[in-house]
């Protein structure tokens, strides 16, 4: 079953501004993670945050969690045009495995 | 350099074929893991394993079939009792850390399976 969703589907912006996505989920977690999929290609992971963290940066990502709203949103700032992809969050919970929402497709105009 | 390799790239079936698909990785990870993905989808696991010779479904498991018999190799075979085989296939390997939870994935580039 598909725990995240994301939202929106799909998200046009201009190079240089800003880019945030949503996740929802519907279980308690221990962690949730940002992965990035350009076309055709393997995933690749971004960020984690622990369901004790509230934010996370790295680089131009900044990552924020609300476990009490099951919510949690990527941000980009300063997108590029290389930042085309799809991105897709992932829950984890106790057990060894990833749930995957269905993703937002982000396209970056030059 | 480490990684996950998955082959073959492409691959054509035959209604009625099984295939095996690859899936080899030197990172010395515990955990492997097979997901599939449709046009515009998010993914959907497979199987998983966690230790050599044991493996878990996931939630579509029906119509394929894996094995674990080395830490580095968990191939994946689509039977032919799998309905709608075409796809794109991800593998992909983690740590297991602390209580069981799962860290990052490292995903290899894919497979893409295409029935005739």
């Known amino acids: 079953s598909q725990q995240g969703e994301e939202d929106p589907q799909a998200l046009s912006i201009q190079e240089g501004e800003n880019a945030t996505m949503n996740c929802s989920y519907k279980t308690s977690i221990n962690n949730l993670q940002w992965y990035r999929q350009n076309s055709g290609r393997g995933l690749v992971h971004l960020i984690l945050?622990?369901?004790?963290?509230r934010e996370k940066h790295s680089g131009r990502l900044r990552v924020t969690l609300d476990t009490s709203k099951k919510s949690s949103s990527l941000l980009i700032t300063a997108s590029r045009a290389a930042d085309t992809a799809s991105y897709f969050c992932?829950?984890?919970?106790?057990?060894?495995?990833?749930?995957f929402g269905e993703g937002t497709q982000l396209t970056v105009n030059p | 350099d480490g990684g996950i390799t998955q082959s073959p790239k492409y691959l054509f079936r035959k209604e009625g074929q099984n295939v095996t698909l690859s899936c080899e990785q030197n990172?010395?990870?515990?955990?492997m893991y097979w997901y599939r993905q449709d046009p515009g989808q998010g993914l959907r696991l497979i199987y998983y394993?966690?230790?050599?010779?044991?493996?878990q479904k996931g939630d579509i498991a029906e119509g394929y079939s894996v094995s674990r018999e080395k830490k580095e190799s968990f191939p994946l075979t689509v039977t032919s009792a799998q309905k709608n085989p075409t796809a794109f296939y991800l593998c992909a390997s983690s740590i297991l850390r602390g209580m069981g939870s799962t860290g990052e994935l490292f995903f290899g580039e894919g497979s893409r399976l295409t029935v005739l």
């Open positions: 945050i622990r369901s004790n963290e």
């Open positions: 992932a829950t984890g919970a106790s057990g060894s495995r990833l749930t």
């Open positions: 394993s966690q230790i050599v010779n044991d493996f």
């Open positions: 990172l010395n990870h515990d955990a």
